[in-house]
């Protein structure tokens, strides 16, 4: 694919070999640092999120100040934060001045706290397609949480976004994240953007983090493409790029016990923004009538409509913006 997160096509057949034997298998990151809110979980956000992720770096699509984004971005993901360069699964952030038109250090968390100003919020994000950070034993889960936190101080971030695209442990992962949660305070933010394979058993690594960590977990925006086909909840196989693909996977979160305000739908802003698997605004919205009214459905279909879910997110805002945000116009406008 095109951008540095998500240009995974020469990996796409893999992935798609890794789902046919599955199925086989189975049957069928200057100015006074601002401060993190400390908000209580359940008034993090009155409505559904829309989230969008912003690019710290120039991949051909746009470059934007976090000014720009549009306000019915109530979720601002900055990607990505970077290894920490002494502490072992640590992370610090970088701004990439250089590609972003000169965009400063104080530009940037003066634009952080203005959004926050509005009622919305930032996080940073860790991981992407080129990231690699290693959480996979008790010294690095305490340096995750310890640097994580000391981001949050330091730029006003409300939180984390975890995609990490190339494997996950569950065990030190959960360790990190609840640490953060006891030093960030309840009105901490965590989110996480899982591939669909990561959810298709319930070994998997993502799987078992939600699982652990619902109690704490803001939302799961599942990645519905550079996917092919995968398993539904139904254990059926469901094409990506429809509604019914991405219907039947989100049915997965939204029966292993998380609830429905923590399952979300990510979806690419744009045909270049992904390899393979976009699906346009009124393909979501369908997916989003079927999974919370039952109504729109195609071939799958809930049992019981499970009413309003956490909401959508894209890659990316920056792509969103080479289509006059289409995507942000059309998507907020179904949200609640």
């Not at 601002?76 to 701004?95: C, E, K, R, S």
């Not at 959004?115 to 008790?138: F, Y």
């Not at 803001?218 to 059926?236: A, E, F, R």
């Amino acid at each position: 694919m095109l951008s540095p997160r998500k240009s995974r096509l020469a990996i796409l057949s893999g992935l798609a070999a890794v789902a046919t034997a599955f199925v086989t298998s189975v049957g069928a990151l200057a100015p006074e640092p601002a401060q993190a809110s400390t908000d209580p979980v359940e008034t993090q956000q009155t409505s559904q999120w829309l989230t969008g992720y912003w690019h710290n770096f120039d991949n051909g699509s746009t470059v934007m100040p976090l000014s720009e984004i549009p306000s019915e971005y109530n979720l601002v993901a900055v990607a990505f934060a970077d290894n920490h360069p002494q502490l072992d699964g640590g992370i610090t952030f970088n701004l990439a001045s250089d590609e972003l038109d000169g965009y400063t250090d104080a530009q940037f968390r003066e634009d952080i706290a203005a959004i926050q100003a509005e009622g919305r919020k930032v996080i940073i994000s860790v991981g992407g397609e080129l990231g690699h950070v290693d959480v996979t034993n008790p010294t690095q889960a305490q340096n995750f949480a310890d640097t994580t936190h000391e981001l949050m101080q330091d730029y006003g971030f409300d939180g984390v976004d975890i995609d990490l695209e190339h494997g996950i442990n569950a065990e030190h992962m959960t360790s990190a994240l609840q640490d953060l949660s006891g030093q960030a305070g309840p009105g901490l933010i965590i989110t996480m953007a899982p591939q669909t394979i990561d959810f298709q058993s319930p070994s998997a690594g993502y799987y078992q983090l939600a699982s652990n960590i619902s109690d704490i977990l803001t939302i799961v925006n599942m990645q519905y493409y550079n996917s092919g086909s995968m398993l539904g909840c139904d254990d059926s196989v469901y094409q990506q790029g429809t509604s019914d693909f991405v219907a039947a996977l989100a049915c997965i979160q939204l029966e292993m016990g998380l609830s429905p305000d923590q399952v979300g739908l990510g979806l690419p802003a744009v045909p270049s923004a992904a390899g393979g698997g976009y699906l346009a605004p009124s393909g979501i919205i369908s997916a989003l009538d079927c999974l919370e009214t039952g109504t729109d459905c195609g071939s799958y279909s809930p049992t019981t409509p499970y009413g309003p879910i956490g909401g959508v997110m894209t890659w990316s805002i920056n792509w969103d913006a080479t289509n006059n945000y289409d995507f942000a116009n059309t998507i907020s406008a179904r949200l609640q």
